[in-house]
Nanobody
Framework: QVQVVESGGGLVQAGGSLRLSCAAS????????MAWFRQAPGKERVFVAG????????TYAESVKGRFTIARDNAKSTVYLQMNSLKPQDTAVYYC????????WGQGTQVTVSS
């Protein structure tokens, strides 16, 4: 079992930045692959970014490449999503995902980007 809790969402103007955090507990964090997904109103939940257990490998959706950065601090059992140059189309609920055999989700944090 892994529990994850997101924080850091909010309202920001287009071109601005936000940093999301996801704190994990319940299992050795270093054993867990972590990712961020998002779900816009009326749309399916989609992958945003992922990071390997050691942090050495990252992957991004094409729509966020060059603007978002995923990172993890295994000592703090936390994964981050730094979001720069935000666009209105980035507006969504952002979910943290932990994968260790099963998939575990947080409750989500709202990000709203105004034009």
């Amino acid at each position: 079992q892994v529990q994850v809790v997101e924080s850091g969402g909010g309202l920001v103007q287009a071109g601005g930045s936000l940093r999301l955090s996801c704190a994990a507990s319940g299992r050795a964090f270093k054993d867990v692959f972590m990712a961020w997904f998002r779900q816009a109103p009326g749309k399916e939940r989609v992958f945003v970014a992922g990071i390997s257990r050691g942090g050495g490998l990252t992957t991004y959706a094409e729509s966020v490449k060059g603007r978002f950065t995923i990172a993890r601090d295994n000592a703090k059992s936390t994964v981050y999503l730094q979001m720069n140059s935000l666009k209105p189309q980035d507006t969504a609920v952002y979910y943290c995902n932990a994968r260790l055999g099963n998939s575990y989700w947080g409750q989500g944090t709202q990000v709203t980007v105004s034009s």
